[in-house]
C-alpha cells in the first residue's frame, strides 16, 4: 500500500523555523479535513459537483466493454496515436510510461505481446508531427482521439490533419479513428455519431485533469496491455484510506494539510521528484493537476485572492544534477515532494571493483536500485541539513495497482487542498479564457482574405 513520510517536514527534523508542528497542524486542519473529506464523499454522485471521478475505482462494466473493444481490434494495428492535450493526454502518458516496457515503440511486435507502438501528439509542433507521419502507415494505425469538451483546438487540428492525410491515401479514416468525449456536449460527440466511430465517455462531472481513470487513462492502456482491471482494483483497496475524516490516517489529508500550511508559510513551490525513470511523467501529470486545479483568482466567496501553489517537477537523481543546488541554498520557499519505490522488477547488480579502481570499491556488490535508494536518502538528507521541508510517498513497487494509488491519492490531495484553500479546485476558468481568444482571431482570420 502507498505510504506517506513528512516527518521531515516537522521541527524535530529541520527545526522550528521551517518545520511544520504536527499539533500545529492537527488544531488547524484536522476539522477542516474531515469536513473537506466527508463533503467530496457526498459529492462524488451529485450533479454539477465535478467529484465524480472519486468514484471510478468502481467501473466493472467499462472495463468489460474496453477490454472488450481493446481485443478485438489487438493485432490489427501497428501503431497506436492518442490525440488529446492536457488532462486528457497527462494521464495516459503517466500510465504508459509507469507500466510498459521502456523502449516498448521498440520492440518487436511479438516482444511487445502483439499490441501496438504508442505515441502522444499533445502538442502543436509541425515537425514533430510531420515526424510521426514518416513512421506511420495510415491502414496500420489507429487514432485515439480524446477531447472532455470536444473544442478543443489541438485535438481537432491533429484530427483535421490525420483525416486529409488518411484521404490522400485512400484509406478510409473512419475506420481508424476511436473517440473519447463527453456523453452529449462539444463539437465531437455529433462528429463521432456523424461518421458513426466507435467512443467511449468522458463521464459527466469528471473534468480533464481528474479523468485518468475513466475511458480517457483506461482506453490507451487497455490497448498497450496494461491491466486497468489491477488499475481500479489499486483504488478500491486505497478508497477507505484517502477517505477516511481522521487525518492522521490519512496520506491525502497530511499531503494536504503540510503542503497549504507551506503555502502560508513562504513555501508556495512544491517540486515533485520521483526516484524513478519510470515515474517521471507523473510528476507532469501532478503539475497540471496541481497548478490548474489551485491556482484561482477567486475563492467559494466570491472574493479576489489570487492563490495558488507553484508546482515545479523534478526526477531523481537526474535533478541532483540540475536542481539540487538551487532546492539546497537557494531561497527556502519550496517542498520537495519525493516518491521513492522499494522494489524493482528487475535486479542489477555492480561487478567487484578490484584494486585498479579502488577509489569505485565502495559500489562493489551494490545493486543499482540500492544505489539510487541511497542517492534519495543523501538528497533528502542534504535537504534536512539546509532545513528545507520534504515528504516522501513510497510505493512497494510500479505495479498498475500501486501507481493508481499514487495518482487517486494525489487527486484526493488536490481536492482537499482545494477546500482547505476555499477555491473550487474543479474549474479553469484561466484556460478557458485563453482557449476563447485563441478561437476567436482564428474564426476572425477565416473571414479576412490571407
Ligand atoms: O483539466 C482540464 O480540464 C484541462 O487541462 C483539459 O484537460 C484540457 O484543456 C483539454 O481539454 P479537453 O479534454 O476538453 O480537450
Known amino acids: 500500500m502507498l505510504q506517506l513520510d513528512w516527518s521531515a517536514a516537522t521541527p524535530a527534523a529541520i527545526g522550528a523555523t521551517h518545520g511544520f508542528d504536527p499539533t500545529h497542524l492537527s488544531e488547524k486542519y484536522a476539522q477542516p479535513l474531515a469536513q473537506a473529506v466527508e ?12 467529484s465524480r471521478w472519486l468514484t471510478l475505482g468502481n467501473q466493472p462494466q467499462l472495463v468489460a466493454a474496453i477490454n472488450a473493444y481493446a481485443a478485438s481490434v489487438k493485432g490489427k494495428y501497428q501503431d497506436v496515436v492518442l490525440v488529446g492535450i492536457g ?45 510521426l507521419w514518416d513512421i506511420l502507415t495510415p491502414a496500420e494505425t489507429l487514432f485515439v482521439v480524446v477531447s472532455k469538451s470536444g473544442t478543443t483546438i489541438e485535438p481537432m487540428s491533429a484530427m483535421l490533419d490525420m483525416m486529409a492525410r488518411y484521404q490522400a491515401a485512400g484509406v478510409d479514416w473512419t475506420k481508424h479513428m ?18 458513426n466511430l466507435p467512443t467511449f465517455e468522458v463521464p459527466d462531472d469528471v473534468g480533464g485533469r481528474f479523468s485518468v481513470f475513466c475511458a480517457v487513462g483506461l482506453l490507451p492502456a487497455a490497448l498497450v496491455g496494461i491491466d486497468i ?5 489499486g483504488i478500491q483497496a486505497i478508497y477507505p484510506t484517502v477517505t477516511n475524516p481522521d487525518w492522521t490516517k490519512n496520506p491525502a489529508a497530511q499531503g494536504a494539510a503540510v503542503l497549504v500550511e507551506a503555502m502560508g508559510c513562504g513555501k508556495p513551490i512544491h517540486v515533485f521528484m520521483p526516484y524513478s525513470r519510470q515515474l517521471a511523467l507523473v510528476a507532469d501529470w501532478f503539475t ?22 507553484t508546482p515545479t517537477k523534478a526526477v531523481g537523481p537526474e535533478d541532483q544534477h540540475s ?27 555492480l561487478p567487484t571493483v578490484n584494486d585498479d579502481f579502488a577509489p569505485m570499491k565502495y559500489l562493489t556488490g551494490a545493486t543499482i536500485h540500492h544505489v539510487q ?69 482564428l474564426a476572425a482570420r477565416q473571414l479576412q482574405p490571407v
Open 39 to 50: 463533503q467530496l464523499v457526498a459529492n462524488a454522485t451529485k450533479t454539477g459537483a465535478w
Open 178 to 195: 476511436v473517440m473519447v468525449t463527453d456523453p452529449v456536449k462539444g463539437l465531437f460527440r455529433p462528429f463521432a455519431q456523424q461518421h
Open 288 to 309: 497540471q493537476l496541481w497548478a490548474e486545479s489551485l491556482g484561482k483568482a477567486t475563492n467559494l466567496k466570491g472574493e479576489t485572492v489570487h492563490v495558488g501553489p
Open 87 to 131: 488532462g486528457s493526454s497527462l494521464g495516459p502518458k503517466a500510465l504508459f510510461q509507469a507500466l510498459r516496457h521502456p523502449q516498448w515503440n521498440l520492440l518487436s511486435k511479438e516482444a511487445r505481446g502483439g499490441y501496438p507502438r504508442f505515441h502522444v501528439v499533445d502538442h502543436m509542433d509541425t515537425d514533430c508531427l510531420e515526424g
Open 373 to 441: 535508494a541511497e542517492e534519495l536518502i543523501g538528497t533528502r538528507g542534504s535537504l534536512k541539513d539546509s532545513q528545507r521541508p520534504t515528504m516522501t510517498y513510497t510505493l512497494p513497487a510500479v505495479t498498475p495497482a500501486n501507481v493508481a494509488q499514487l495518482l487517486f491519492t494525489l487527486e484526493v490531495q488536490t481536492a482537499l487542498a482545494g477546500s482547505l484553500l476555499g477555491i473550487d479546485p474543479f474549474d479553469q476558468p484561466g484556460v478557458e479564457a485563453g482557449k476563447k481568444i485563441t478561437q476567436q482571431n
Open 323 to 349: 536542481q539540487l543546488q538551487l532546492l539546497t541554498e537557494g531561497p527556502n520557499d519550496k517542498v520537495i515532494v519525493f516518491v521513492d519505490v522499494e522494489k524493482t522488477a528487475h535486479t542489477i547488480t
Open 229 to 233: 482491471a489491477e488499475l481500479l482494483a
